[in-house]
């Protein structure tokens, strides 16, 4: 009869006020499932929480290596949670090159979960281990608890009727089931999924739960662990929350966009990471009167959305960096054409393939500039995962009031995290006016609102309103080709000058302490958590710092330079080398200084703190 824990005495409980836990393995080992469900029990509980998942670039590496490693982390809360956590508070690893590549992470004296099972002299040797870390003392600086995962997974499912390889793939299951009962987290969640994902398969199914159990079960009894821990519920703003990724919440305000502008919506799109779950998502959603179109490359993508746009349907198209620069010659006969579509790019580590399944936020000078010829277009960019369905909206909006394409940046960083959501009152929503032309009289292709210098949208075969647009430059009114030098100069005017008018709708800058002092700390994007959560920390020392972050990135906001100038030092943190600061500095005159990283990973907020602290 094999050994079983022996039951032991009540574990005593420790109140934390926050904790961030990775979860790291190999591909094959389960740990985006395993820390989406820990995200989900979590929510369900009622801490604010944030998440990081990192990916492997390699889409099959040999198991057991260095570039298979896998990862999700969580930060979560008693209190307003803004980014996944700086450094792991717990590392929970499945095998040798998940320790290798994350030990570094740890906090001193952080706590270390280890896969003994998984520790055998191949896999060493695959990792790059000379000598078992787990017996050489190298690990004692941490508090480092050894659980056999996988043969206690074996013990548990030897009677389920699983051939090896499908209880091998359960021992993820083990590993959450004991974190649940480590921070006192519901199993229930997790049973629900297991029942919808194996409802046709009774004996995956069984066998997931009875390693889900067996996880819970090993943490209450064994003699390793002597306390579990409590993060009490956050005081959040009530109604109605989910879990939502940034691309999930990209899709729904595209979804949302079209049912207030009261028309069809449709997305042509090409896969690419990390992007394509938009697509995935919108797909599901045809009964909306939505169209989502998976064209053969991403140029026939973009063309596909201006066809949509021409023919009075919200469009739209998704892609990262790689995509857009192939999309740019069409984006150009969008603007020519002064089409309303939405091009949206989550940005990934470049350049060319770069870094597929890394965050960066080097692609805005590519948005702002990556056209021939003059060709402003509107540039916006949201700053967290729920974010991303207000800026899709705006998108929108834009889009259709000015007639412009019309770009959305957002990054693999808030793309793949999650973050509770509070779901918007529909009825709340302000609606998205599109008009479109039917009076033929005194019609001209190219007559303009005198306010937003925006032209009639026309639906093709809308009688009397017969009109040329194309890519070769149009007679300032009727539409009709023009190789005339003074017209060619006022159209380019006028598309230049209908951009910078967005800027009569950009609300007033947000300013994030006292608006004046010492430093003023600019951002945009995906660094907006790390950023307020430093300078929140540096105002509680004392410093004179403040910071802004910016939505609307072309125009800039009206405001921004009389802003900038009540501050003695601007600083400007990116993941680039440094482009809004370029624009800051050719905008307004303005010596900003630039923090920058470009390592495929956000800002910590420590690393902020200590850079943002040299200027203070």
């Not at 700086?86 to 270390?112: E, F, I, R, S, Y």
């Not at 495929?600 to 203070?616: A, D, N, Q, T």
């Amino acid at each position: 009869m094999e050994a079983q824990p022996r039951p032991s005495a009540p574990k005593s409980v420790k109140e934390i006020p926050a904790v961030t836990i990775r979860f790291v393995g190999d591909s094959g080992d389960g740990m985006q499932l395993t820390g989406l469900e820990f995200t989900r029990a979590t929510a369900i509980a009622g801490n604010d929480l944030q998440t990081f998942p990192d990916y492997p670039a390699e889409i099959r590496a040999p198991a057991g290596t260095l570039p298979g490693v896998s990862g999700f982390q969580i930060h979560f809360s008693s209190e307003p949670v803004f980014t996944p956590g700086d450094q792991p508070d717990v590392l929970v690893v499945m095998n040798p090159a998940a320790l290798k590549t994350n030990l570094k992470d740890l906090v001193a004296g952080g706590t270390l979960i280890v896969n003994t099972g998984a520790f055998i002299d191949t896999n060493l040797q695959k990792a790059g281990y000379k000598v078992n870390p787990l017996t050489d003392g190298s690990l004692a600086s941490y508090k480092t608890h050894e659980v056999d995962i996988t043969k206690l997974t074996e013990l548990a499912l030897k009677d389920s009727g699983l051939n090896a390889k499908e209880v091998g793939r359960a021992k993820n299951m083990f590993a959450l089931g004991m974190m649940l009962w480590m921070y006192g987290r519901p199993t229930e969640p997790t049973m629900r999924y297991l029942k919808e994902k194996f409802s046709t398969k009774p004996d995956i199914l069984a066998g997931n739960e009875k390693a889900l159990q067996a996880g819970y079960n090993y943490g209450e009894t064994a003699e390793l662990f002597g306390v579990t821990y409590q993060v009490k519920r956050a005081a959040i703003t009530p109604g109605a929350y989910r879990n939502v990724t940034g691309n999930e919440a990209t899709a729904w305000g595209i979804l949302a966009a079209t049912k207030l502008s009261g028309i069809n919506g449709f997305l042509g799109s090409y896969p690419i990471t990390p992007a394509s779950d938009i697509l995935h998502e919108l797909s599901k959603h045809k009964h909306w009167g939505f169209t989502s179109f998976q064209a053969e490359d991403e140029i026939a993508a973009m063309c596909a959305a201006i066809g949509a746009a021409f023919g009075g349907t919200l469009a739209f198209t998704t892609s990262s960096g790689p995509g857009i620069a192939l999309k740019q010659e069409a984006i150009g006969l969008a603007l020519m054409t002064e089409l309303p579509v939405v091009i949206i790019n989550v940005q990934r580590g470049g350049p060319s393939t770069g870094l597929p399944t890394k965050t960066e936020q080097a692609d805005l000078l590519q948005a702002i500039y990556g056209r021939n010829g003059e060709s402003p277009v509107p540039v916006i960019a949201a700053s967290s995962p729920s974010d991303c369905f207000d800026a899709t909206l705006e998108a929108a909006r834009l889009a259709v009031k000015y007639m412009t394409p019309v770009f959305l940046l957002t990054d693999g960083y808030i793309a793949n995290g999650q973050e509770p959501w509070l779901i918007p009152d529909v009825k709340a929503l302000k609606p998205i006016e599109v008009r479109f032309r039917s009076d033929p009289n005194n019609f001209f292709a190219y007559q303009r609102d005198q306010t937003t210098l925006a032209r009639d949208w026309v639906r093709p075969g809308t009688p009397g309103l017969e009109h040329r647009i194309g890519g070769l430059e149009k007679d300032k009114l009727t539409g009709g080709v023009s190789y005339d030098a003074e017209n060619h100069d006022t159209m380019v005017r006028l598309r230049a000058e209908k951009v910078a008018r967005i800027a009569q709708d950009i609300p007033p800058t947000q300013v994030h302490g006292a608006p004046e002092g010492d430093v003023l700390v600019v951002g945009w994007g995906g660094t907006h958590g790390a950023i307020f959560t430093a300078v929140s920390q540096l105002r509680a020392k004392g410093k004179a710092v403040s910071s802004v972050h910016l939505r609307h990135l072309n125009p800039l906001p009206p405001d921004l330079g009389t802003l900038m100038k009540r501050f003695k030092t601007v600083v400007v943190p990116e993941l680039n080398l440094g482009q809004l600061v370029k624009l800051l500095r050719s905008t307004h005159l303005v010596d900003a200084k630039s923090i920058n990283k470009v390592q495929g990973k956000p800002f910590k907020v420590s690393e902020l703190v200590s850079r943002i602290g040299e200027f203070c």
